[in-house]
């Protein structure tokens, strides 16, 4: 089948990618003339582990194209992608700036039979819109047909979520077309969902949300823990063997970031309002995890009798979470602020997301080439994203390097035997007694 896709994002190059290796010819288009020459030359513009490989592959046999053109992109295909971004509005309902541009760009080279499919995040009622925009600037002869087919890929395992998705939601009013679009999804082998074009939008929402949610759930009973002195690691593990909670996203800490939790929740909460209904849930579940993004700056004021000026603070992990570099709605972006106006010293180190992180963070911190060099001196240690390296550090060693043995952990992911073997540590979990030996 012959597809192309507006956008190279996560969701347009992972999709892209995914429709190549199952054997369909497909041309991404984007805007942005410097990603489209680096697709071209293999090298993807995203930190996505195993996403090059299959980029390498599908490129050399020429079912894999990219191209700036919406034209040539367009020309032939049966179904065509729109994965363009969908970011939060100053209000906090989703821009659809991008999205309306794309249907422009689409609707003045779209030929009469090709199914029109919107992965992008999108509030209820947007496919409408877009079939509305399509139709007033597509020539005479094209009927348009919408399908919404939202996406779940998680960034850091974008491929395997493509490849090995747990359901396809396909919304549309046009049976054909949906059939045409789970035909194109056939070679995966995974579960299709047929909906309306509403309750696939919906969906979408509704299951970020409740994922989030959940983070903050959990969240606020690793508060509670701490307040009562249990354990939130292990009132996780007993909740979540019970089949209709499930483990899954019951991992307390500083809260979600990345560029979907954040925006959707706001967005859902926004169309509700817009609606006449007040999902006062979603706006708990937003303020618990705004004051978990600074629990531990204040937990290290707490420690510090109020004062961090002069103090030198070791930031440990820098993304939203590992395996990306994305570093949008960050809880680290937050941390480094508050960090700095208490004038503290601060240096952090990440693995890959210290580009990203400079553009967003600036000189409020230095940056450290590796853990050893960040913590070197530091008063305290705050481990904000649990990347492998953090997770496998030699605690012991850690410490001999600080000036002042103690270590925040954000995302309560060091072992705790590292933790007991050591001589002289303060460590503070969250939702967990700490251990101060
Ligand atoms: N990032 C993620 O993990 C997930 C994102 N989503 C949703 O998917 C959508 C896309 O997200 P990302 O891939 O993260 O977006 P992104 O913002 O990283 O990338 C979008 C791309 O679209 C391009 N673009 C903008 N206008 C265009 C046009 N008129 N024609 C062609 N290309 C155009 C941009 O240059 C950019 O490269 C959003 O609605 C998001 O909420 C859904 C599931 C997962
Ligand atoms: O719509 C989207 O864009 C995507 O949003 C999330 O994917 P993603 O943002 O890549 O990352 P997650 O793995 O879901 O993590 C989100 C945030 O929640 C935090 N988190 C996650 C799980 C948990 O138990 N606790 C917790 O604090 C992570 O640290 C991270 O900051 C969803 O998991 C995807 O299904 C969805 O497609």
């Known amino acids: 089948m012959k597809v192309a896709i507006l956008g190279t994002g996560y969701v347009g190059l992972s999709t892209g990618v995914a429709l190549a290796e199952i054997g369909h010819d497909v041309c991404c288009i984007d805007v942005d003339g410097e990603k489209i020459k680096q697709l071209n030359q293999a090298v993807s513009p995203i930190y996505e582990p195993g996403l090059e490989e299959l980029l ?39 821009d659809l700036t991008f999205l309306e541009q794309a249907a422009k760009d689409l609707a003045a080279h779209l ?13 209820v009622g947007t496919n409408d819109e877009v079939k509305r925009i399509i139709e007033a600037n597509c020539s005479e002869e094209v009927s348009v047909r919408i399908v919404s087919n939202p996406e779940f890929l998680r960034q850091g395992s974008a491929m395997k979520d493509t490849l090995e998705a747990e359901r396809i939601i396909i919304g549309s009013d046009d049976q054909g077309a949906a059939e045409k679009v789970k035909e194109m999804y056939r070679p995966l082998h995974v579960p299709c969902i047929v909906t309306t074009l509403r309750s696939a939008e919906m969906i979408k929402y509704a299951s970020n949300a409740f994922l989030a949610t959940k983070i903050s759930f959990i969240n606020g009973i690793a508060n509670l823990c701490e307040a009562v002195g249990a354990d939130v690691n292990d009132v996780a593990r007993g909740m979540g063997m019970d089949k209709r909670i499930g483990e899954a996203f019951l991992q307390a800490g500083i809260g979600y970031g990345g560029s979907c939790f954040p925006k959707d929740v706001k967005a859902l909460y926004h169309a509700a309002k ?18 978990q993004r ?38 680290s972006i937050e941390m480094a602020k508050l960090l700095h106006e208490h ?5 952090a180190y990440d693995p890959v997301a210290t580009k990203n992180a400079k553009k967003v963070i600036g000189d409020r911190v230095s940056y450290a080439c590796s853990i050893l060099e960040a913590v070197n001196g530091a008063d305290a240690v705050l481990i904000v994203t649990e990347w492998d390296e953090i997770k496998q550090l030699d605690v012991a060693g850690l410490v001999e390097k600080m000036k002042h043995p103690i270590i ?6 060091l072992d705790e035997e590292k933790i007991r073997a050591c001589q002289n540590i303060e460590y503070y979990p969250v939702g967990r007694p700490a251990i101060i030996l």
Request: charged share 25%.
């Open 56 to 94: 390498i592959r599908n490129l050399a046999s020429d079912r894999l194209k990219f191209t700036t053109s919406h034209r040539d992109g367009v020309s032939g295909a049966e179904i065509v992608i729109l994965a363009v971004g969908t970011p939060q509005g100053e209000d906090g309902a989703a």
């Open 111 to 123: 030929e009469p039979n090709t199914i029109v499919v919107i992965k992008s995040t999108v509030p």
């Open 274 to 291: 817009q609606s006449g209904k007040d999902l006062g849930l979603l706006a708990e579940t937003m303020k618990i995890n705004e004051e």
């Open 294 to 331: 600074v629990l531990l700056v204040k937990k290290a004021l707490n420690r510090f009798n109020g004062k961090l000026t002069g103090k030198k603070i070791a930031m440990l992990g820098l993304a939203f979470k590992p395996e990306t570099d994305d570093m949008r709605e960050a809880p």
């Open 343 to 347: 004038g503290a010293e601060v240096i």
């Open 408 to 413: 925040f952990d954000g995302r309560n992911c």
